[in-house]
């Protein structure tokens, strides 16, 4: 199904239309071509630049990640990408952090459900007032390995260095694991 047709099948990406993680991930990626061009139906009825992410963007990227058909599961691999296409593509930010708050959790949501490790709902794990603290392991046995492989290349393919989500995979992994990837001169783990 094409990003036009779930627009269409879902209108202005109403979160109670999300019918299971595959039409969140595409939402999501709805939410990036708004980002991208500025134009969509995630930016009408109000001004909105091109590679810009606002308050709006990252709410509405909430609601997606929290809808009911999906709070009970875990993120999605394809949803954690759409997170990372939608910071790839959002070089001006007016969104006091939430995006990059959200985007983090969600990631080490993915990675530690991946890994076997539990989980709370997301509903609780991706609350801007939930600490990362509260649910993920500080450091994890039996992390999945393919898991943090993939986080390390999105994370070294991005342009833009998200420190929370650096710090927040650290503390599923242990820092000593998970060299700071984007810091230039540190070797990356291998596998």
């Known amino acids: ?3 036009l047709a779930l627009a269409e ?4 990406i109403d979160p109670a239309k999300i019918a299971d993680r595959y039409t969140a991930a595409l939402a999501l990626g709805i939410v990036r071509d708004g980002v991208i061009t500025g134009e969509g ?4 009825g109000r001004i ?3 590679r810009a992410l606002d308050v709006e963007d990252a709410v509405l990227c909430a609601k997606i ?3 009911t ?4 599961q875990p993120v999605s691999r394809a949803e954690a990408e759409a997170l990372f296409e939608i910071d790839a593509a959002a070089t001006e ?3 006091d952090g939430l995006f990059d708050d959200l985007f983090a959790k969600a990631v080490v949501h993915h990675a530690a459900s991946a890994s076997g490790l539990p989980v709370p709902s997301r509903a609780i794990a991706l609350a801007p007032e939930t600490a990362i603290e509260s649910w993920a392991p500080p450091q994890a046995g039996n992390v999945n390995t393919e898991v943090l492989e993939w986080i390390s290349r999105q994370m070294r393919s991005s342009r833009r260095s998200n420190h929370r989500l650096e710090r927040l995979v650290g503390a599923l992994v242990g820092a000593a694991t998970l060299p700071m990837v ?3 001169g540190i070797m990356d783990f291998g596998m």
């Open 1 to 3: 199904m094409t990003s």
């Open 9 to 12: 099948r879902i209108g202005d």
């Open 41 to 44: 139906p995630t930016t009408k």
């Open 48 to 50: 909105h630049y091109s």
């Open 65 to 67: 990640l929290t809808a």
């Open 69 to 72: 058909a999906v709070e009970k």
């Open 93 to 95: 930010r007016s969104d």
């Open 182 to 184: 984007q810091s230039p």
